[in-house]
């Protein structure tokens, strides 16, 4: 019984090793081809993608500059607004073309960003994650406007000197965000959170008249609550 069985075995293997070395070792195509990613799969964020190969959008020549009038693609023509954004920027042997993907590649990161997290959008323009972007949506996709117009309300974390007194809240639902304000003298007027925040909470700083300087931690970036 023992030796049948171990034939069998032995049997059993050759034949698994055949159908592997028929099919090239590879899983069957038909599987590969309905194979999709987890439901709970988060979509990359553009915000986080690498900034624009050539040139980055807020750069800014530092060597001569195409005059506005030889401002012209090889192929058609620029628009009005597409013209302004370009001024000043392109250098003076690069083409025109290559700078404005530049900016229409910021325009679209951000508008990818905000379809899915408007506050996502609106701290990479605070924060600059999105170079350019500023310069991109005020000439080239207007209607990112109020992303760009909540952005210039905020600030980014870190220290910052002379703040506005009042009531911010934190474009970060991560539990490290810390704050404080202190007084010229460097004493503490007010810290927080005052109770450790669970993952997903909204996180506010209260920034009381007379702060010297108001400091913040893990909270990525702040708007006006």
């Known amino acids: 019984m023992y030796r049948r069985s171990a034939a069998a075995a032995v049997l059993l293997t050759a034949a698994l090793t055949l159908t592997a070395c028929s099919s090239g070792g590879k899983a069957d ?4 081809a309905k194979a999709k990613p987890p439901a709970s799969s988060a979509a990359p964020d553009p915000a986080d993608s690498p ?15 195409l005059p506005d009038t ?11 607004q597409e013209k302004k954004y370009l001024s000043g920027r392109v250098p ?25 997290d408007k506050d996502a959008a609106t701290g990479a323009v605070i924060t600059g994650e999105i170079p350019g972007a500023k310069d991109a949506i005020t000439h080239l996709c207007p209607e990112q406007k109020p992303i760009l117009v909540a952005a210039e309300k905020g600030f980014p974390e870190g220290p910052r000197t002379s703040p506005a007194a009042g009531t911010y809240r934190a ?4 539990s490290t965000c810390t704050w404080e304000a202190k007084s010229k003298d460097g004493s503490l007027l007010a810290s927080g959170p005052e109770t450790q925040p669970n993952a ?19 909270c990525y970036a702040w708007i006006p609550a």
């Open 70 to 80: 030889k401002l012209t693609p090889k192929t058609g023509s620029f628009t009005a």
């Open 171 to 174: 474009l970060t639902q991560a």
């Open 92 to 116: 003076e042997k690069m083409d025109p073309a290559a700078v404005l993907q530049s900016g229409q590649e910021a325009c679209q990161r951000v508008a990818l960003t905000a379809k899915r």
């Open 51 to 65: 900034a624009p190969s050539a040139p980055a959008a807020d750069a800014k020549p530092t060597g001569p500059v």
């Open 29 to 32: 195509s038909g599987a590969e």
């Open 200 to 218: 997903g909470d909204k996180i506010t700083a209260t920034i009381p008249a007379g702060t010297a300087e108001f400091n913040s931690s893990g």
